[in-house]
């Protein structure tokens, strides 16, 4: 499925590039052509060439800009609002090979881009950057938007708290250093109509899946939350046995027998489109109901969030070791629990999970489809389990130790101050909140009471 919006060749129309305009940027010349418009004489006049200023500064940034590294290698780099069939293929192409997070798949971005409500928050900013000879190098799929009165770029698609690494060439992860990336972002202010007072990259790893992130160096603010992941064995059984207590064995049978008791169990991934799209609306009811019992915002409450997660899930490659996995566990028919995540060969990385309030929930039917979908992975030469960001008892009962993810910061303006210190706080204060489960459920229930509702169950 295609989504997005194609782009296409925008002719010149009556621009004059007879001056060029000359930058000094962190001790690196900048060129940038200017355009040069006559003024208007009428409200129209003025719409005219408004309209015809944009084309050419849309025309300017879709053009390859030289780049100097440090160690001597030089790129070239092109900026882009819309994601056309050439940025399709190079990140294609970049993610033929290890590291891979779903983030950083050209069918996830392009979902992102899809979305109806995505002018009203800012502008996509994509970059694309090949070497001197034409060799895809790297792609930053960005986001500008203005936040406490500064413009501000970030990862597109931050909201899913997704694991972020940009599709990189091994040779470019190994060049590039965290000067070359500052130096970077400052020329790219200088191009970007209005620019940028600051960067801000969340929740970005160090090393995933045995590869350097570049975009991450430097950076000293671990982010609220950590990544979990578990190695998983070809023999599920053994994998049970060695990270369970016998005692937490027990306990596991006995609330399986008192889920066998509620009804008749039927536990399956979907095949179908119409089977996906029953269990995704099952999961956007279950988490709805749970963020109400909460007083907790719910993001599903946005259509096009509720799109995005369709559409995504449903453009990507459906092969014998990559697609989406979306499952369900039924009780006399009736869907109690959802886990939804995509595989991508040896990885499986899981998006979202709910269950129903019901009193099935008793029985922790979460948990039991967990260990089916595990079992069925482990059986399908699957051998990582990522349980995604965020601390949760499901996770550390499977002894998971999180991978730190990181925050990293570059500001070009005194204004963007205010809001980077706001941002290191409540992540701080956040992180601190999640690494005391006590203090953390504390609160989690004086919010609920604050807003006229139950503690939620356990």
């Given at each position: 499925?295609?989504?997005?919006?194609?782009?296409t060749?925008?002719?010149?129309?009556?621009?004059?590039?007879?001056?060029?305009?000359?930058?000094?940027?962190?001790?690196?010349?900048?060129?940038a052509?200017?355009?040069?418009?006559?003024?208007?004489s009428?409200g129209?006049a003025?719409d005219?060439?408004?309209?015809?200023a944009?084309d050419?500064?849309?025309?300017?940034?879709?053009?390859?800009?030289?780049f100097?590294?440090?160690?001597?290698?030089?790129?070239?780099?092109?900026?882009?609002?819309?994601?056309?069939?050439?940025?399709?293929?190079m990140?294609?192409?970049?993610?033929?090979g290890?590291?891979?997070?779903?983030?950083?798949?050209?069918?996830?971005?392009e979902?992102?881009?899809?979305?109806?409500d995505?002018?009203?928050?800012?502008?996509?900013?994509?970059?694309?950057?090949r070497?001197?000879?034409?060799?895809?190098a790297?792609?930053?799929?960005l986001?500008?938007?203005?936040?406490?009165?500064?413009?501000?770029?970030?990862?597109?698609g931050?909201?899913?708290?997704?694991?972020?690494?940009?599709?990189?060439?091994?040779?470019?992860?190994?060049?590039l250093?965290?000067?070359?990336?500052?130096r970077l972002?400052?020329?790219?202010?200088?191009?970007?109509?209005?620019?940028?007072?600051a960067?801000?990259?969340?929740?970005?790893?160090?090393?995933?899946?045995g590869?350097?992130n570049?975009?991450?160096?430097?950076a000293n603010?671990?982010?609220?939350?950590?990544?979990?992941?578990r190695?998983?064995e070809?023999?599920?059984?053994?994998l049970?046995?060695?990270?369970?207590?016998?005692?937490?064995?027990?306990?596991?049978?006995?609330?399986?027998?008192?889920?066998?008791?509620?009804?008749?169990?039927?536990?399956?991934?979907a095949e179908?489109d119409?089977?996906?799209?029953?269990?995704?609306?099952?999961?956007?009811?279950?988490?709805?109901a749970?963020?109400?019992?909460?007083?907790?915002?719910?993001?599903?409450?946005?259509?096009?969030l509720?799109?995005?997660?369709?559409?995504?899930?449903?453009?990507?490659?459906?092969?014998?070791?990559?697609?989406?996995?979306c499952?369900?566990l039924?009780?006399?028919?009736?869907?109690?629990?959802?886990?939804?995540?995509?595989?991508?060969?040896?990885?499986?990385?899981?998006?979202?999970?709910?269950?129903?309030?019901?009193?099935?929930?008793?029985t922790?039917?979460?948990q039991?489809?967990?260990?089916h979908?595990m079992?069925?992975?482990?059986?399908?030469d699957?051998?990582?389990?990522?349980?995604?960001?965020?601390?949760s008892?499901?996770k550390?009962?499977?002894n998971?130790?999180?991978?730190?993810l990181?925050?990293?910061?570059?500001i070009?303006?005194?204004?963007?101050?205010?809001?980077?210190?706001?941002?290191r706080?409540t992540?701080?204060?956040?992180?601190?909140?999640?690494?005391?489960p006590?203090?953390?459920?504390?609160?989690?229930?004086?919010?609920?009471?604050?807003?006229?509702?139950?503690?939620?169950?356990?």
């Amino acid at each position: 499925m295609a989504l997005g919006v194609r782009v296409t060749a925008t002719p010149m129309r009556l621009v004059s590039k007879s001056r060029a305009a000359h930058s000094q940027t962190n001790g690196m010349t900048v060129t940038a052509e200017r355009h040069i418009v006559p003024a208007p004489s009428s409200g129209m006049a003025r719409d005219a060439m408004s309209e015809l200023a944009r084309d050419a500064a849309a025309e300017h940034a879709a053009t390859w800009q030289p780049f100097a590294l440090e160690n001597g290698a030089r790129i070239e780099l092109r900026i882009s609002h819309t994601l056309d069939a050439a940025g399709l293929a190079m990140i294609a192409t970049l993610r033929e090979g290890p590291p891979r997070t779903l983030f950083s798949s050209p069918e996830w971005i392009e979902a992102w881009l899809g979305r109806g409500d995505l002018a009203r928050a800012g502008t996509p900013v994509l970059i694309f950057a090949r070497d001197d000879e034409g060799v895809p190098a790297f792609v930053l799929p960005l986001f500008l938007r203005r936040t406490g009165g500064a413009s501000v770029l970030t990862w597109l698609g931050e909201e899913t708290f997704a694991v972020q690494f940009p599709p990189c060439a091994k040779a470019m992860r190994e060049a590039l250093t965290s000067s070359d990336i500052e130096r970077l972002f400052a020329m790219l202010r200088s191009l970007l109509d209005g620019g940028f007072d600051a960067v801000r990259l969340r929740n970005q790893p160090k090393n995933w899946a045995g590869a350097s992130n570049p975009f991450a160096a430097g950076a000293n603010d671990a982010a609220p939350n950590g990544n979990f992941e578990r190695a998983l064995e070809s023999d599920y059984a053994a994998l049970y046995e060695s990270t369970f207590t016998s005692r937490e064995r027990r306990n596991h049978a006995r609330q399986r027998r008192r889920l066998h008791e509620a009804g008749s169990i039927d536990v399956s991934i979907a095949e179908t489109d119409a089977e996906r799209e029953e269990i995704l609306a099952a999961f956007f009811a279950f988490k709805t109901a749970q963020l109400e019992q909460i007083g907790a915002a719910n993001p599903f409450a946005c259509s096009e969030l509720r799109t995005f997660y369709r559409r995504g899930l449903a453009s990507l490659p459906q092969t014998p070791t990559m697609g989406p996995v979306c499952a369900g566990l039924r009780v006399d028919g009736v869907l109690v629990a959802t886990l939804l995540g995509v595989r991508d060969g040896e990885r499986f990385t899981t998006l979202m999970s709910a269950i129903t309030l019901d009193d099935v929930a008793r029985t922790s039917p979460g948990q039991q489809l967990l260990e089916h979908v595990m079992a069925d992975l482990c059986a399908r030469d699957v051998r990582v389990f990522d349980f995604g960001p965020g601390a949760s008892q499901q996770k550390l009962r499977w002894n998971m130790a999180p991978v730190t993810l990181y925050d990293r910061t570059y500001i070009f303006h005194p204004r963007a101050w205010p809001v980077v210190l706001w941002g290191r706080a409540t992540s701080g204060l956040v992180r601190r909140l999640k690494n005391n489960p006590t203090l953390f459920r504390t609160l989690s229930s004086l919010r609920a009471r604050v807003m006229g509702r139950s503690r939620p169950k356990t």
